[in-house]
């Protein structure tokens, strides 16, 4: 069972940036998507951007395309979203999420993640 930790969430003004990390206890091997969703309140989740390995491929929402960046370390147990000029509308549980035997179509796929973090708290501040 791998298991995802997310960090780095908070309260930021409106302008500001926020860098989430998301930590797996275990590599994974072949192809496989991580991904970072979002939850607002009495929104449902959302996709915000996904790496596909092998390749690294990088995915993201179109609406937050340019303002959002994902990346990984070289171990690749370790992601990273680097968000920038944040807005109110942010403001949401941001999770990381893991999808097993990934293809390019299903990245943007909530219900085709199989693991999942706790998630990490961003709140922006107008």
């Known amino acids: 069972q791998v298991q995802l930790v997310e960090s780095g969430g908070g309260l930021v003004q409106t302008g500001g940036s926020l860098r989430l990390s998301c930590t797996a206890s275990?590599?994974?091997?072949?192809?496989?998507?991580t991904a970072w969703f979002r939850q607002a309140p009495g929104k449902e989740r959302e996709f915000v951007a996904a790496m596909r390995w092998p390749g690294a491929a990088t995915f993201y929402a179109e609406s937050l395309k340019g303002r959002f960046t994902m990346s990984s370390d070289n171990t690749k147990t370790t992601v990273t979203l680097q968000m920038n000029s944040l807005k109110p509308e942010d403001t949401a549980v941001y999770y990381c999420a893991r999808q097993l035997r990934a293809i390019t179509s299903t990245v943007r796929t909530r219900s085709r993640y199989d693991y999942w973090g706790q998630g990490t708290q961003v709140t922006v501040a107008s």
């Open positions: 275990e590599r994974a091997s072949g192809s496989y998507a």
